[in-house]
Each structure stands twice: as C-alpha cells, then as structure tokens.
C-alpha cells in the first residue's frame, strides 16, 4: 500500500511537471489523438472529453477514447503522452491485439470475481460467525481471487504495448522531439508502475491465501 501511494505520488508529479512542457508541434491532446488514429487508418473511433484527473482511458464497447479536460486541450508532453496512449489501445483493438482480446473476455468474470471473492474468503475465515471456519468455502474464495489477479497480471503487457505504440508514433510522427520525447517515455513509465504495484500486489495477496489455506488443511 505504502509502495502503491509513492507511485501514485510520483505519478501525479511527474504529470504535473511535464505539463509545462509544451510540445514542438502545439497541437492539442484531442487533436494528436484524433491524427494518431487516422495514420492508424481508424475512423469509427470518436475523441471526447471526461471529467477527472488522470480519468483517461479507451472504452472498446463504443469505440472512444475519452481524456481528461487538461489532456483534452493541453498542448504538452504530458497530454501528448497519455492520448497516444489511450490511442494505443484504439489500435490494439483495431488488430485484434491478443493480449488485449483476451483482458476484454476476462471482464465478466472479473465483475463477479472482484464482488464475490473478498466475501468468501471472510466466510471461509469463519469471521462471520459461520463456526471456525470452511477451508472448501476459503478454496473456493482463493479461486475467485486468482482470476481477479490473473487480470491484473493481463493489463500489464496490454499496458506496456500501448505505450510503446504511442512513443513509436510520438517519434515517427515527429509530434515530440529530442527531450520531450525522452519526457513523454518517462511519463508514461510511471504511468505504468501503478499497474506493476497493483499486479505486485494482488500476487502477494494470493500468495497470503494460499498460505493460510494450506496452514488451515494440515490441521
């Protein structure tokens, strides 16, 4: 947790010091995007904005890549960063992109998983006043909790390909140059160390279960 907020903090930092990086190019978030994905040869994507700080993200289902007022009309290194990102995913979508293909399918079954898996796992404890506790109940809680870390562990090569796809174009596009280039990489590190941390984190976690669990079967 502790590890999770200096990312966080680090991130939000990182962001606010490259927007006031303005980009050679002067063009705006929503326009960068909207060219990142014509030269990707998208068309039935819309760019719009959303409320939120750092709210950016693709929605598959409509086709959108949604940003943040201050990505949305910021002419910098970070909202160039993060709507070439977000247009990485557009892009990954349009190619059928596997790793991405195989996140969108797990949703539903990360829905249930992430509500019911917690609750369980308490029954199985016994911490609701169900006896001393059910190691099949706890088992079965365990497995709920390992899908929800298998997605986390899926988002992060959709994650890094994304970005990767956005620095290629940022470069070949020439939308940023020189330092703001090496700028927008970094920015979009950090951006991916709070996927790293909640993967981390999740893996720890069920590891702890899986413990406990065998500790509870020996006796």
């Known amino acids: 947790m502790l590890i999770g907020m200096l990312v966080q903090y680090r991130l939000k930092s990182k962001f606010a010091q490259y927007s006031k990086v303005p980009t050679s190019s002067g063009m705006s978030g929503k326009e960068i995007a909207e060219k990142m994905l014509r030269d990707n040869g998208i068309y039935d994507v819309k760019v719009t ?28 290194v970070s909202a160039a960063a993060v709507a070439a990102h ?36 308490i029954i199985g404890f016994g911490m609701l006043g169900f006896g001393g506790g059910n190691p099949t109940v706890l088992l079965i809680g365990i497995g709920l909790f390992a899908v929800t870390t298998l997605f986390t562990v899926i988002t992060l090569p959709v994650e890094f390909d994304a970005s990767a796809r956005a620095l290629q174009w940022l470069d070949t596009a020439r939308i940023t140059t020189g330092s703001e280039h090496t700028q927008a990489k970094d920015a979009l590190k950090w951006a991916a160390m709070t996927y790293v941390v909640a993967a981390l984190a999740s893996i720890a976690m069920l590891v702890q279960y899986i413990l406990i669990y065998q500790g509870r079967s020996r006796d």
């Open 49 to 76: 904005s959303v409320d939120g700080f750092l709210s950016d993200h693709y929605n598959p289902l409509n086709k959108t890549v949604n940003l943040s007022p201050d990505v949305y009309a910021g002419s910098n």
């Open 86 to 121: 977000e247009c990485g995913h557009a892009v990954q979508h349009a190619t059928a992109y596997s790793m991405l293909t195989l996140r969108s399918k797990m949703v539903p079954a990360v829905k249930i998983s992430s509500t019911l898996s917690q609750w369980i796992i």
